[in-house]
């Protein structure tokens, strides 16, 4: 009878000792992992971890007395980042194997970004499969500049490059170069966003580049400083400036007037700013003194329209930053006559530039308008000579 009572509790020791053996071997398997952890990210020994709720089930949260190689860059996601543990907009990310400087990290929770995200290249490729504790970045004077020229396409091409994850931009133009250089670097450094390692800080003023003084200053900041000038027709963007200051002051005289010194002689009157902007050959030699070709680029305010992505791919290459902004990014409305984004930034939604940009423009007189193109030729032949190339506004 006592040897009946034993059998029938054997089942349920055959259960338990399953448990136990799965559990044994989830332990082992858990400190096997702990062990490799230490291991890439340089600890002498594993350090207790407690796995993370909700999409980052399974990754590690709290490493305590972490010592890595060094921190770089940030990876990215907008507002797609909501809800993805305590990393919702940004954060440093562990630099590789060939990084060699040791710091020490206070205790952090770290995440992975979720692979939906790195496969829609909502976060920048390089960052992808690296931990990344949390970090705010810091205040930093620009490495590049948009420098020109007004009404050349400038507003546009720096809606388009912020949707780069490694770029960074002030919206409203600082004007410190030619404005407020008075008021100091620091004063200036205050006006930038926050970035972090491996992001670039970068402004918009397109006075700057008919500005005498702002190469020499620029320099002076850093001759490292990369340039970027938007270009246009020099004949429509003279109207296109006019358009718009007749949309705020309608009683101006007539573009015909302003034109001219002496319309019977046709003398162009080269004072006037619409006039002397488009005289881009003058502009450059300034800028040349101060700064090597290689360190300009000039973007073509037509192809800006026309061929958006192809632009947008020659600053990224400038910039040295991967080509993330290409065609999928852009979508053309019809309306205002020229390409818009399918979503902007932190946003999910299309965006276009505000009414005041794309504006129609007023009839001119064509005789006026050949007389323009004749001024400007010269001026032109000499540019395209200067930069290599050749933008087709004399065809």
Known sequence: MAFSRVSKLDPPSRGIFRKAVVMLCSLLTSVFLLHCLADRCGTTSPSPVKAS???????????????????????????????YGAARRSSLVLADERARQVVDLPEESLILPPPDLVASRKVSPRFAGKLSPLGEGSKKLPQALI??????????????????????????EPHFFDRNYGNGLEWYRELMPKTL????????????????????????????????????DPVTRAISDY???????????????????????????TSWSAIQIGIYAKHLDNWLQYFPMEQILFV??????????????????????KRIITDKHFYFNQTKGFPCLKKAEGSSKPHCLGKTKGRTHP???????????DFYRPFNMKFYQMTGRFFGWDD
């Not at 909700?54 to 990215?76: P, S």
């Not at 020499?216 to 900041?221: F, G, S, V, W």
């Not at 007749?246 to 034109?259: C, G, M, R, V």
């Open 243 to 269: 358009t718009q200051t007749l949309s705020k002051k309608p009683d101006i005289p007539s573009f015909e007037s302003l034109t001219f010194k002496n319309r019977t002689t046709g003398l162009i009157d």
């Open 147 to 172: 420098i020109g020229v007004k009404k050349g396409g400038t507003r546009a091409l720096l809606e388009f490059l912020r949707v780069h994850p490694d770029i960074r931009a002030v919206g409203a």
């Open 300 to 321: 073509s305010g037509e192809r800006l329209i026309s061929d958006p992505a192809g632009e947008l791919g020659r600053v990224q290459d400038f910039l040295g930053l």
């Open 53 to 83: 709720s909700g999409r980052a089930a399974g990754l590690f949260e709290d490493l305590r007395t972490l010592r890595t190689k060094r921190l770089v860059y940030e990876w990215t996601a907008g507002s797609e980042m909501m809800g």
């Open 197 to 232: 390692e491996g992001q670039i800080t970068m402004e918009k003023t397109p006075s700057y580049f008919v500005t005498r003084e702002a190469p020499a200053r620029i320099a002076a900041m850093s001759r490292a400083t990369k340039l970027i000038v938007v270009v246009r």
């Open 363 to 373: 009839n001119i007189d064509p005789e006026v308008v050949q007389r323009l193109r």
